[in-house]
T-cell receptor
Framework: QKEVEQDPGPLSVPEGAIVSLNCTYSNSAFQYFMWYRQYSRKGPELLMYTYSSGNKEDGRFTAQVDKSSKYISLFIRDSQPSDSATYLCAMTAQGGSNYKLTFGKGTLLTVNP | GAGVSQTPSNKVTEKGKYVELRCDPISGHTALYWYRQSLGQGPEFLIYFQGTGAADDSGLPNDRFFAVRPEGSVSTLKIQRTERGDSAMYLC????????????FGPGTRLLVL
């Protein structure tokens, strides 16, 4: 079993829909949780960064972390065609190896106009 | 300001050849990372530099892979005797310091070994 599991999709939604993306993980040492967006043939771009459990909102994006269930989510409201990309969850532990990002496989999202 | 840059953007080589991939981090960033992303997978950690030294090279798959950062800025990932299984996107990232700070990724070098 991989440390981070993410459904690769693909996920196709109409413009304006609410999108829900999620990851589960097995390593209870993970404390920092990130969502990256990656357009085709480009490097990942950081969208959201959260520490431990709770919610964080930034514009149309909301990140949720539930450490008791080892489950994280990213919600996109009023989705736009420009949101079409692969979304990668990433996480890292606290302490000595907190620089080492562990990624999910990524979920390919298409928002149709 | 300028982000992380990587050259070349694409590299095609033949099995058994030697390749070098270059990364220019964001100016002033002391930490630099290499990741490898195979098709349909998330990036996997290869190596972490703090300054000139490799603080953690535990992700390098075998001794054909080597990376340097001689002056604490530009880094080169070197792959000897390339194999078809080395074909992947090689991503470089940098951060202001180490220790969990936000990592900013470059556009990657797509390596294809024929």
């Amino acid at each position: 079993q991989k440390e981070v599991e993410q459904d690769p999709g693909p996920l196709s939604v109409p413009e304006g829909a609410i999108v829900s993306l999620n990851c589960t993980y097995s390593n209870s040492a993970f404390q920092y949780f990130m969502w990256y967006r990656q357009y085709s043939r480009k490097g990942p771009e950081l969208l959201m960064y959260t520490y431990s459990s709770g919610n964080k909102e930034d514009g149309r994006f909301t990140a949720q972390v539930d450490k008791s269930s080892k489950y994280i989510s990213l919600f996109i409201r009023d989705s736009q065609p420009s949101d079409s990309a692969t979304y990668l969850c990433a996480m890292t532990a606290q302490g000595g190896s907190n620089y080492k990002l562990t990624f999910g496989k990524g979920t390919l999202l298409t928002v149709n106009p | 300001g300028a982000g992380v840059s990587q050259t070349p953007s694409n590299k095609v080589t033949e099995k058994g050849k030697y390749v070098e991939l270059r990364c220019d981090p964001i100016s002033g960033h002391t930490a630099l990372y290499w990741y490898r992303q195979s098709l349909g997978q998330g990036p996997e950690f290869l190596i972490y530099f703090q300054g000139t030294g490799a603080a953690d090279d535990s992700g390098l798959p075998n001794d054909r892979f080597f990376a340097v950062r001689p002056e604490g800025s530009v880094s080169t990932l070197k792959i000897q005797r390339t194999e078809r299984g080395d074909s992947a996107m090689y991503l470089c990232a940098s951060s202001l310091g180490g220790g969990g700070e936000t990592q900013y990724f470059g556009p990657g070098t797509r390596l294809l070994v024929l």
